[in-house]
């Protein structure tokens, strides 16, 4: 539950044999500490997506002429894009995970770490993550946006069946 093993295969020595006890043989394969997934590419957005007439309602509460468009405003635009996700699974000794996430082109650039605890205070119901970060995201047609963010997170499983969620 906590992805310390990649492969964990477990047999019986000698399962045909008579004896009244039998050995089992585990054999683990460990997970890699750190995980490091990046990538590039491009992102694009179009832009001025089309002019249109408006109903009359809105075109008497605006206050326009009868002739007159409504256009949005921006034009087209491709951008270059980096992301970058580095993961630490057993920090310190312990089942916690520092995750941190990172995207960066002209259009949006993003950079999230998350610290994950999946028995929270060594509870087998309880989990807990708590994370933080930037993001800084413009779209060419509408708006521009950013937002320094953090979240705690309490999760509960008492049954197999149900999970509520404290954030």
Known sequence: NIALFNQVVAAVQNPTGDAPQKNVLIQLTEAKRWNVTYGFGLEAQTGTPSQGMISEASRIQLGLTPNETITQEGKAGVSPRVSLDVSRINLRGTEDTLTLHSAFGLLEQVAILTLQNP??????????????????????????????????RLTQSPERKQTFIYD
């Not at 970060?133 to 413009?138: A, L, Q, T």
Request: charged share 15%; net charge negative.
């Open 119 to 152: 028995h929270f205070y060594g509870s087998k119901t309880w989990s807990g993550a708590i994370s933080g970060g930037y993001s800084d995201v413009r779209d060419i047609t509408t708006f521009a946006s950013s937002t320094l963010q953090g979240d705690f």
